[in-house]
């Protein structure tokens, strides 16, 4: 848009808006080499664990029956507003103000969190109850290597934990699935503020080969961005 004042005098604007969502069907991050499944499993079947000879192995899948998706929300946003005009013969100037702003949120419904799959897939008889499995309990020496915080996350995290059934398809229990993968979001923000201004005519009028021209000009920008993931560590997820 823009307004004359004068003949001397134009103020011209500019906005324009985008919102854009999508939604995505990804794969579901399980096991990788450094998450082997040990011998004494107790989702395995009998014969397969008496060939482990006690060794652990590796293996991933794709687990069907959870849908994963990826959604994402986009805004844009961008505006101008600036003045132009005349000076003396053909010198002109003008100057602008620009502002620009960018957000975009997503988010995945099943996202690995490290600790607590490893926990899951480490599925063992109770030695109280052999009947019933149960997740491996924690080494109270290996947690003895840790810092305060991070040995008391790991027990709470244990006590919510629920084993994980690997072999096959759809064995495992949603108590499981809930437990070993979480719906993660992550936020970015973006801003940018510029001004910029100009002048420019004619110097002089030259000698034959025509006029010499000049033309100045300045300008300032200011850009900030921001990723969040709320209060989750991203470091904790695959």
């Not at 100057?95 to 995945?108: I, L, P, T, V």
Request: negative net charge; contains cysteine.
């Amino acid at each position: 848009a823009e307004f004359e004042f004068s003949d001397s005098l134009k103020l011209f604007a500019e906005a324009t808006y985008g919102d854009r969502g999508v939604v995505s069907q990804t794969l579901t991050s399980t096991n990788r080499s450094t998450m082997p499944l040990k011998a004494d499993n107790a989702f395995l079947p009998p014969a397969v664990a008496a060939s482990l000879n006690g060794q652990a192995f590796s293996f991933s899948k794709n687990p069907e029956e959870m849908l994963n998706l990826i959604t994402v929300d986009a805004q844009i946003f961008r505006g101008v507003v600036g003045l132009s005009g005349k000076m003396f013969s053909d010198w002109t100037w003008d100057f602008y103000y620009q502002y620009g702003d960018n957000k975009r949120q997503s988010a995945m419904t099943y996202s690995r969190n490290n600790d607590a799959f490893m926990m899951a897939i480490d599925a063992v008889r109770d030695p109280a109850n052999p009947s019933n499995i149960i997740c491996r309990p924690l080494s109270p020496a290996l947690l003895a290597t840790f810092a305060a915080d991070y040995r008391a996350k790991l027990q709470e995290m244990y006590s919510r934990c629920a084993p994980l059934n690997m072999i096959g398809q759809g064995n495992m229990s949603k108590a499981a699935i809930d437990f070993a993968w979480q719906k993660v979001g992550e936020a970015f923000d973006y801003h940018q503020h510029v001004l910029a201004g100009s002048v420019q005519g004619t110097l002089h009028q030259g000698w034959g080969a025509g006029p010499i021209g000049v033309a100045v000009g300045i300008d300032y920008s200011q850009e900030q961005g921001e990723v969040t993931h709320g209060s989750i560590n991203p470091n904790d997820y695959a």
